[in-house]
Structures are given as C-alpha cells and as structure tokens.
C-alpha cells in the first residue's frame, strides 16, 4: 500500500533541521485487536475460498479456538502482556519471521527490483557522468536524513514513523547458518561510513565519496574515482558477489568460514559498511522483446550469470545498477525498510540527477584513490559458486515477467467515477484471476503500519464476499450492467473498510501470527486453529501484491510468493498504469504473460460496465 505522502512527493527539499521526528515520541503503540473481532473478520475473509462444508468445519475450529477461557483467550492475555512491555509487540518477531529466518535465497523471493525510466547514455562517458549525478543525488538525499530534515511523511493526514529511513543506507543483511541478522551505521553514530562500493565486472572497489568532514565530493572527483574503477577492472573477476545470491544456509556456513580471513573479513566490513552499493553493468544481450522487461530482469536477479548477477551483492540494503544501454534502476534487501521510503530515495534522486548543473569540467584536488576489495577463495567457496552460477540461471529460466504499461487509462479515471484508485485495481485483479480460474484466490495486499511506533506492515485480503460476487456477476451473461456497476462499488467499498481496518491495527494476519507465535513461545502446542486447512488455504497467497505509487514512471517488481502463485506490483499514474506480473514457468497452472492480457480486458470491461451507469456517491 502507497497511500503515503512522501518527501519524495515534495520535489528538491531544503532542509528544515530536526523536523524529521517531530512526531515519533507522539505515535501511538500498536494496538492488539479483540480476540472475537479478529476471529470473526477471519471467517468473513475465509469463507469465499471454501467449499461450504470446509467452511462449517472451520467455523467450528474457530469458535473451539475463542470459546470463554480456552486457549485463544489465554494466549490472548499473554500477547497483552507482551505488548505492554515493548514499544511495537510485532516488529522484531516481523523481522526475524518475515525475514531474517527465511532460508530460501534472498533474490527474486524476498528482493525487490524497481525499474527506472530508461536514460539517455550512448557511451561509456554517459554513464560514469549519469552514475557520477545518481552518486551526488543520493547523498543530496542522505544529508536531509543525516540532519532529521525530512519532512515527515503522512497518511490521511496523520505523521508516520520515520524510523526506516534510517534502515535503508549505510545498512546490510548478514548471512548465518540458521538465522540472518541485520546491521545499521546511522549518521548519528561515531565514525559514520563516508563510502560506497562500486562493482564492475565482478569486481568490488571501496569508493570515498565524501572528504574527511563529510562534505560530499563534486561531480568531478566522482566522475574520476569511477573511471579508475573502471580503467582498473578491465578484465572479468571471479562473481564472488553470486555467494549472496545462494541458500541462506549455504552462504552463512561460507561467510563464517571466510570471515575468519582477515583480508575477507575487512572486505565484507567495507561492503557491510558503505552507504550504497553502485554496480557499473557491462553491456548484456536484451532477451525480452520489452525493454522494461530486460531491465527488470537485470534489477531482480542481474540477468544472470552470464550478466550480471554476480556485478551484486545482494545482501546490500540498497544496490542502485547504470547499464551502457541506458537501463537503470535498483534491487533492495526488503528486511530494514518497506516501499515507500525506497520509492521516496529514488524520486528524489532521479529529480536531483535531471536538474543539477552539467558541470564535471571544475578542477578539483583529487580524492584517495578506491581500494580494491581482495577475498581469499577456498576450494569449497569456489565450488559454491559454481552451483550458485547453475542456481541463478535455473531460477532465471524459471521466472516469468511481464511489464504492462496500462495506456488506456490512469487513476484519472478511478477518480471520475469517485471510487478509490488502489481498491480499483484490485478488484480489476480480482476479476483477472476469477476470469481464468473461475474462483477466488487467497490475495496479500500490503498494508502500511507506519502511523504506529516502529510499525511495518499488515495484509489486505482483498478477495473478500463483495468482489466474488462481482466477479461472478461479470462472468453471467444475464447480468444487467447497472447490478454489475452496483456490485463493483459494493466491492469497492468492502476493499476500503478493510483497508482501513488493517492500516489502523485492526487487520487480522499479523494478530494471528502474535497468538501462534506467543504459543510457540510458551513452549505450547500449535493450536488446532492454525493447522486447520482454512488457515493454509488463505495464507497461501496465490495473488500477492502490492501498490507502489511514485513521481516518476517507473515500476516495483517481485516474484511470486508461491510456487503457483503471482506477484503483482502497480505504480499508478494519472494518465496510465504501470504493472509488473511475475510468475514461475514451473507451474503448468500460472502464466503472467496471460494474466497481464487477462488484466487489460478486466480493465477495459469494468470501464465500460462504469460508463454505462452514472456514478453514484462517494464510496
């Protein structure tokens, strides 16, 4: 969900020091809802994805679950009892859970990519020279967070956290054999990093891009610390960076081991370290028709080992990428920050890099040169790289993307008919995947909870009793236009109050997950309530998405959660709609290519049935 407004949206921002957290010691805690009221939304979000005699089943698995002083009560009262004691009850189970604990590879399955709007670069200086501004605008962005002079961001016009803007630079993932963790090096902290690393061709170079008092260089000094890069690192190295792209497991046993070298160990410091990772892409052969599509392929998985997948190291909070081609954008580890404070970085250095001064002629004293990163390879290490290059090229292969730029309209038209953009395209999605399947599926929306303490996210169920029957409705051909408007607005509206439940703490998955996960805790029994086939079915999200609005016409993309499923983001501008589909070719049952069509007639035919009834109030 991208319903906030972010610094980002402000343009080129002059500082206003301190106002940053103005409001953070005011935000509330996180609230813990009812038990019954949870429970109840549970069912209403269940039961269009049962059969009716599973939903009887599971109606009675609930109400054993919330009867008085059974097991859902008293696991209740411990989740009060813990929320009491910690500023935000879910945060750190959140991270761990959500992230840090997940052992699949962290590429394509929990990395982001974004793609930027395609840049005009035709030669090797085009690129330093755009890589040079890209540099300067982030840390343009990176001094409003260095002196708290971010505006503060709002939803609904209420301030939000601005904790993850301090998660986002100078931040890295680090791998361990059964759990990640994850460090931050704040500006407020001693010793704060004034470099980044800059990759090409496999290779790893510390880069300053500050002097000794942290002001940052010009564009000069950053232009020729990034042609020494290149100049010296004209010869491919070998991908060290494909580690990061491994099982969490089988990177963290490795990383261990080399750690131990103290020339390793002093490597992974810098890297760990840096502001931000800036990877110089070499020229790569476009596989898609779509050039969008080739780029998103390079901002989630670097396109391959034969790319540039092992010019990464993705366990780097950010990783911005400039190709001699023009394509440019980033991949960023998901585990310190959502979108928006991401999208907010981007907007604002994209606007910070097309208005500064063409000006790399000023003569400038030099800055110390960049220091190559070495790393001391065992036999063992080299060997899991070679499995890693198979890995990304299988996880390649089996990846399907599909970039949909949706030209027949934008959120314009959502907001003629005075109906909610994001609730739209969501039940435009519903009706997609009813289309072809001829059911609903268990759908995630990501829903922000920044407007609390340390507040991360919570789900959107968007396939909820209004949009089947609208999806049913649309695939009846008895039905009058004027009762599938009517019901698409009934839906609408359904999609808007759960919207509104889940940002204001009221949503019910991360409620649940605290009841199961204080369970585990206590050394008890998982309850009945978590293993029945209803809470499986719904939290298989077949569909997940997520609405990434932003100033520029880019696009946010991310696999599938699911082995059968599909992972949909939308950037919604006012005249078109910016989709990204993603799905694994694995499964005979899902094609993004399909859905995307699919999408684009459920768009078009909801427009028609709209403009066919007039509309009515505001919903």
């Not at 500082?15 to 009221?37: C, D, E, N, T, V």
């Not at 209403?44 to 939903?55: A, H």
């Not at 755009?130 to 962005?141: M, N, R, T, Y």
């Not at 998405?545 to 919604?572: E, R, W």
Request: with cysteine; net charge neutral; charged share 20%.
């Amino acid at each position: 969900m991208g319903l906030s407004k972010t610094a980002a949206s402000l343009g080129r921002v002059k500082p206003q020091h301190g106002r940053m957290f103005l409001h953070q010691k005011s935000l509330a805690r996180l609230p813990i809802p009812p038990l019954q009221q949870t429970l109840y939304r549970y069912l209403l979000s269940v039961e269009p994805l049962l059969s009716k005699e599973d939903f009887e089943t599971t109606k009675k698995v609930v109400e054993d679950f919330g009867k008085p002083n059974g097991v859902g009560q008293r696991l209740q009262m411990a989740l009060v009892k813990r929320a009491k004691k910690l500023d935000n009850w879910l945060s750190q189970w959140w991270l761990s859970v959500a992230y840090l604990e997940f052992r699949s590879p962290v590429v394509v399955n929990v990395s982001p990519g974004i793609v930027c709007p395609r840049e005009n670069i035709n030669s090797e200086s085009d690129q330093l020279k755009f890589a040079s501004k890209f540099i300067s605008g982030v840390l343009d962005f990176k001094h409003l967070i260095d002196t708290n002079s971010l505006p503060v961001d709002q939803m609904g016009g209420q301030p939000l956290c601005m904790d993850q803007y301090y998660k986002v630079l100078a931040a890295c993932r680090i791998p361990g054999p059964r759990k990640d963790d994850l460090v931050f090096y704040p500006p407020n902290k001693p010793d704060a990093p004034k470099h980044i690393i800059v990759a090409h061709k496999n290779h790893f170079y510390s880069v300053d891009v500050m002097d000794k008092e942290g002001v940052p260089l010009t564009l000069s000094q950053l232009y020729s610390q990034l042609k020494f890069v290149l100049e010296a690192s004209t010869q491919p190295e070998i991908p060290v960076g494909l580690l990061t792209t491994a099982h969490r497991n089988t990177w963290g046993k490795v990383y261990k081991r080399l750690n131990k070298d103290p020339t390793n160990a002093k490597s992974f410091d810098d890297i760990k370290r840096a502001i931000f990772l800036l990877c110089l892409d070499s020229s790569s052969s476009q596989t898609e028709q779509n050039f969008s599509a080739h780029v998103a392929r390079q901002a989630l998985y670097g396109g391959g080992s034969g790319s540039n997948s092992g010019n990464r190291w993705y366990d780097k909070t950010i990783q911005f990428f400039v190709s001699p081609n023009g394509g440019t954008g980033l991949t960023y580890e998901h585990s310190g920050a959502e979108g928006p404070p991401i999208i907010s970085l981007v907007d604002h250095t994209l606007a910070y890099a097309h208005s500064i001064a063409d000006d790399f002629s000023a003569m400038t004293v030099d800055a110390p040169a960049p220091k190559k990163l070495n790393f001391n390879l065992d036999l063992d290490a080299l060997d899991t790289i070679e499995e890693a290059k198979q890995e990304i090229d299988s996880l390649a292969g089996d990846l399907q993307l599909t970039i949909l730029p949706f030209k027949h309209y934008g959120k314009d038209f959502p907001k003629s008919q005075k109906l909610s953009p994001d609730a739209f395209i969501q039940i435009a999605i519903q009706l997609t995947y009813y289309k072809i399947y001829g059911r609903s599926a268990a759908t995630y929306e990501s829903a922000s909870l920044r407007k609390y303490q340390y507040g991360r996210t919570d789900t959107i169920r968007s396939a909820s009793i209004a949009s089947n029957a609208f999806c049913k409705a649309m695939e009846e051909s008895g039905t009058k236009p004027s009762e599938k408007a009517m019901l698409f607005r009934k839906a609408i509206l359904s999609h808007k109050e759960y919207t509104n439940l889940a940002i204001n703490g009221d949503g019910i998955d991360r409620h649940l997950l605290g009841l199961k996960l204080i369970a585990i805790e206590q050394g008890e029994n998982v309850p009945d309530l978590f293993m029945d086939t209803a809470y499986t079915q719904s939290s298989h999200f077949n569909v997940s998405t997520s609405q990434v609005p932003a100033k520029h016409d880019l696009v946010m993309c991310f696999g599938p959660v699911v082995p059968d499923g599909y992972g949909i983001c939308y950037n919604p501008r006012q005249n078109h709609l910016n989709f990204a589909v993603s799905a694994f070719n694995t499964s005979p049952e899902t094609d993004s290519d399909v859905f995307a069509k699919r999408l684009t007639e459920s768009l078009l035919e909801i427009r028609d049935v709209l403009e066919s009834a007039p509309p009515t109030a505001k919903l």
